[in-house]
């Protein structure tokens, strides 16, 4: 978009207070992720559920001077306020215009799954053939839909929008501000069902949006669908694909065998080779051949465009480099919408400095002036520190770029030239188009090479936060247990992670890990749970705070706060003893606690306790007796103090089972990587963790022949083995040797055979189709399960996790 402020109020009715000439190109919603302030202007949505005018302070901070907002806020200075009556309301309108006057060809995909993939196969298949536009993510909601629109700007030909509803007649209100030129219509499952009285009124509802479309292609393998799109929009092209007898477009082989998969498309046949065969994928693919079609692309131009999707991975990839540096690869594709979304994601790590690779971006038609001029103002706003540009258009605006920029013709230059080694301490991006082959930038900077890694995903950690969240007051406060290096998944990138999503509170075993989080830039309140006396020091040096939980530490560690200068209350917290037995005060202390804390220059932080039994509905006698004591004692204390500290008792199957004793805050520990006692809670979460190595070797061990140490396993029919290079030093217990415990391979179950060594492990495979050296092995994530793993070692899923070995690579990914 491109409007002044004026224009912007004239098209919604608002009203201006300040410079209305200023032009506006980009509406950020999320003070987080602005990742320009130049003609961009911030808005604070409300929902029913949230106010966006919380974060009006933190966009100005960021350098934005126009705010949309349902209030002016006087406090500011200098700033030029939009002021609508209805924050999302204004969004669609504009949205509504601003599409309606622009001149692109439109795609609208709706369905209940494959929205996004699709979208994102369509993009990758397309912008290098049109100047296109897409929704980010899957931005189709209410909100998510007006914002991509407004994304539209003069030079795009193409549009490709992804449109959801989860409510009857959210569509109508869509396909108002919305309506595509080309429907699209994926699956048709349950998945949004549940505010819908039946399927055809979800149906119906999904079909609105292609009220004034010219062309239809939808999936033809629900006969409701079917039945319904030919009733209503017989006037229109309608072309439907899909696995069943009658769609117009199908495949006519047969896909379990090891062939290209033949497409029927009309009177033609599209022929390709195929990895995935499953349904999910193929009917995708069909759709999306049936769009390219209709756009004009050639048969043979539509085979080399699906080969060269195999990747598709639309996540980035944050890996732990050499020499303290944060990698972020992103080598797959590059075009200006993928650049933004890569910048965003730096912004999330606060490493003061940065470096950039970034290559020529290739195969756009557009003017490569203004294209740089555009790529080269997005990268000078984020302040790096260096630049490395490779390729030979990029670098012939070298001069645009503002960082200390260095230029080279390819990749291999850039290896050669030894820069990139030299970094230290840096959040490094790569970011580049697929035939610079940046990846390999990736193996030099990478900390540890190992085909063994323990990939977490971020945002499954916050989907399980918002769950646990979900079920609380939104006033309870909630701290993460980062102790034992984030229950093994890595303190720092969790707490980084935690801190930019607003954590009250972060919580550690030993002091040592919370100097190494304050070291690393970690600004949250951390409190220090076991607190060693010798560290009491070092805990005022870094500001942490901590439990207390007797007189005697107490004493010591008032000692130490009087050493120190220190000339306010010192933050800390008292831990009382209700039926663990572990550490804290007793009932009968609480008279003399008070006297002492009310001669002491302390601030009572918090008071709390630990449930011994949460997880468990059989000690839930126990449990209520627990949470008695510390309402009893908590109370009392607070009484005595004369002031309200924060009070917190439950843990992760605390907050789920006795969610009323929540007081003012909870600690979530193990919930948060998505494991929950109770079936029904589990199927709520997501799973966080996976654990994952490749094949070594397959060999074909004869009848009568053993393997491994001891000769443990003895083949009595011509056997196929893999070997994996994983081995008890990296965190798996030798007691799950000899078929104990079993791997994950092509989704079987594949048994561990004979002892398991220090660096390596066998497992047997006879029963797999088709499975090679390279593939991956799953030690566990969904099957097995982390509970299923942590059974094969008669243990806890909290062992497992922090018995992995630092030696396996940590990979944090977003999706
Ligand atoms: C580890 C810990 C927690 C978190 O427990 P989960 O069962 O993982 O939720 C909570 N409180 C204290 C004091 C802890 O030590």
Request: with cysteine.
């Amino acid at each position: 978009m491109n409007y002044t402020v004026q224009e912007i109020a004239g098209i919604t009715n608002a009203q201006v207070i300040g410079n209305k000439d200023i032009v506006i190109k980009n509406i950020a919603f999320d003070s987080r992720i602005i990742y320009s302030t130049k003609n961009t202007a911030f808005i604070a949505i409300n929902t029913p559920k949230n106010s966006g005018e919380k974060f009006i302070e933190s966009a100005i901070d960021r350098g934005i001077n126009v705010i949309i907002s349902e209030h002016q806020h006087q406090q500011f200075e200098n700033i030029t306020w939009i002021v609508v009556e209805n924050s999302v309301e204004f969004l669609q309108k504009l949205a509504k215009y601003h599409f309606e006057h622009s001149h692109l060809q439109s795609i609208g995909i709706t369905g209940s799954n494959g929205k996004t993939i699709l979208k994102e196969w369509l993009y990758q298949c397309l912008w290098n053939e049109f100047p296109t536009v897409k929704s980010p993510k899957s931005f189709n909601s209410q909100i998510g839909l007006p914002l991509s629109l407004l994304q539209i700007n003069d030079s795009h030909k193409l549009g490709i929008f992804e449109v959801g509803i989860s409510n009857p007649h959210e569509m109508e209100k869509l396909e108002n501000i919305f309506h595509p030129e080309i429907g699209l219509l994926t699956h048709i499952g349950t998945a949004h069902a549940a505010n819908f009285q039946s399927e055809e009124e979800l149906i119906d509802e999904k079909i609105t949006l292609f009220k004034d479309s010219k062309v239809i292609i939808y999936n033809g393998d629900h006969p409701l669908v079917d039945q319904k799109i030919k009733e209503l929009y017989s006037s229109k092209k309608l072309i439907s694909y899909g696995f069943k007898d009658g769609n117009q477009v199908f495949i006519k082989n047969n896909i379990s065998r090891e062939e290209n998969i033949i497409v029927e498309y009309g009177n033609e046949e599209i022929s390709f080779p195929v990895h995935q065969r499953d349904e999910a994928t193929l009917t995708n693919a069909l759709a999306l051949i049936t769009v390219l079609k209709e756009l004009g692309i050639e048969n043979e131009k539509i085979v080399e465009k699906i080969n060269a999707l195999k990747a598709v991975e639309m996540r980035l990839e944050a890996i732990e480099g050499i020499k303290g540096n944060i990698v972020i690869n992103d080598s797959f594709n590059l075009d200006l919408d993928s650049l933004k979304t890569a910048l965003q994601f730096l912004n999330e790590y606060n490493k003061p400095q940065k470096s950039l690779v970034l290559t020529d971006i290739v195969g756009v038609n557009s003017n490569s002036q203004e294209l740089y001029e555009e790529v080269s103002e997005l990268v000078n706003e984020q302040k790096f520190d260096t630049v490395f540009l490779i390729g030979d258009e990029i670098t012939k605006f070298e001069e645009l770029f503002k960082a200390a920029t260095f230029t080279f013709i390819n990749t291999q230059e850039l290896i050669e030239s030894k820069h990139l080694t030299e970094i230290n301490n840096q959040i490094i991006l790569l970011k580049g188009a697929r035939k610079f082959e940046i990846e390999k930038l990736k193996d030099i900077l990478e900390l540890r090479k190992h085909d063994t890694v323990l990939e977490i995903n971020l945002n499954a950690i916050l989907h399980n936060i918002n769950y646990h969240k979900s079920l609380l007051k939104p006033t309870t406060k909630m701290m993460a247990m980062v102790k034992a290096n984030a229950y093994g998944l890595g303190s720092y990138e969790i707490s980084e992670f935690l801190q930019h999503h607003h954590i009250d509170y972060l919580g550690v075993a030993y002091a040592d890990e919370g100097v190494e989080l304050r070291k690393k830039g970690i600004t949250t309140p951390i409190v220090v749970m076991n607190p060693e006396q010798h560290s009491y020091k070092t805990i005022i040096e870094y500001n942490l705070e901590p439990e207390l939980y007797s007189f005697r530490v107490l004493e010591l560690f008032y000692e130490a706060v009087q050493k120190s200068g220190y000339d306010k209350k010192y933050p800390i917290h008292i831990k009382l003893e209700t039926g663990m037995h572990r550490l804290g005060f007793k009932g009968p202390e609480l008279d003399e606690l008070s006297e002492t804390l009310l001669h002491k220059n302390l601030k009572v932080q918090s008071i709390l306790s630990h449930l011994s039994s949460s997880d468990m509905p059989e000690e839930k006698d126990f449990t209520l007796q627990q949470l008695n004591i510390f309402d009893k004692n908590s109370s009392y204390l607070v009484g005595k103090l004369g002031y309200r500290p924060i009070l917190h008792i439950l843990n992760s199957s605390g907050i789920t089972s006795y969610t009323d004793h929540q007081h003012d805050m909870v600690r979530i520990g193990i919930g948060m990587i998505g494991e929950s006692p109770n079936s029904e809670i589990q199927k709520q979460l997501r799973s966080v963790v996976s654990f994952k190595t490749v094949i070594s070797q397959i060999s074909s061990v004869e009848n009568g022949e053993s393997v491994g140490y001891s000769r443990k396993f003895k083949a009595d029919h011509t056997t196929k083995i893999a070997t994996i290079p994983v081995g008890y030093a990296d965190g798996i217990p030798r007691l799950i040797g000899n078929q104990i415990g079993s791997l994950g391979v092509n989704k079987n179950l594949a048994p561990i055979v004979g002892n398991i060594c220090m660096d390596m492990m066998m497992i047997n495979v006879d029963h797999i189709a088709n499975v090679k050296e390279g593939d991956t092995v799953v030690i566990f994530n969904a099957h097995p399960s982390l509970k299923e793993f942590a059974s094969y070692c008669k243990t806890i899923t909290y062992e497992v996790l922090t018995s992995i070995s630092p030696r396996v690579k940590r990979i944090y990914i977003k999706d």
